[in-house]
């Protein structure tokens, strides 16, 4: 499937046609979860890799073999892909690992009445926008980026593809509270604590380890190893989808990148809308390394 040019719109949000159809998307609205499954809810570009690497790590007690072998794409498919049925089918694999970008107002009910154990996985809006401007140039199967003022204010419009991150981030955490199993995890906690962050989410998956078992997925899951891992870096996608020639996936890994592309006017820009539109949220978000601060 190529598609490269292609947008499926769903229920008002854009999605690539590249590994999306409107077929794809309605079937990930019906899907059947299981108590066992483990899903990985985010919006894009905020640690969703990270969180698959961490995943199968801790599932396989810090063996790499699993992480090095298999793309991420195979053992933790994306629900709302053409492809993820037959993934699926094929795997013998229990718990399933699935991964999704769909905002919770799509996937809340096929989730209501399920146990399925659901991780949401947020970063600071302000890098999410800077690392998806930079995938934008390298994934073929996106829309131009234009310049980043454009893409910033589409960015704050919610009008990029997978739509909206203030809808998203606040649709899955204020239903927190109501649904049993569910854990929020940032990309600042992963990358101020690996060691701290893995034990939280083997605890939660209920897969206790030991502390060399621990280490060995903080050593897997860094960001030079998986930089280094073909199942994960996307090197194995063929240039004309990816043009590796523009960038990595795995671009700089850092918090706080945004300071590098933001000037003091953009800046003031996204303070305004994001404070109009997070009123009431009592989340917290780090925005640079603590000791820049
Ligand atoms: S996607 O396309 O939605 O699946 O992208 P996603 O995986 O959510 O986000 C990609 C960004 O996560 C960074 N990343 C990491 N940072 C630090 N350490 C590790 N191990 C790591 N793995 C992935 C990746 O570099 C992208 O961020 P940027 O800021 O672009 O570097």
Redesign the pocket.
Known sequence: MARLDVTELFHGISFPGHLHTQDSLQLALEFQFQDSDILIA?Y???????MQ?IVTLISSRGDPHLSQTVPNWSRAPWLEQYYRAAVLEASSTTPRVITT?LPHHLLGPALQGSRAKVIY?SRNPK?VV??FY??HKMANFLPEAGSFTEFLNRFLEGTLHFGCWFDHIKGWTSHFAKVNSLLHIT?EE??LDLHSTIKKVSSFLQCPLVDDEVNSCVKH???SS?KDNKMINYTLIPEDIMDHSKGS??????IG?WKTMFTEEQNKYFENVFTSKLQDCTLEFVWEEPDEE
């Open positions: 985010s894009p570009k905020s640690g969703t890799t990270w690497e970008h996985v890098d800077v690392s930079h995938f990309y992963m990358s899951c860094s960001f998986m996936f795995m671009r700089k890994g850092k990148d």
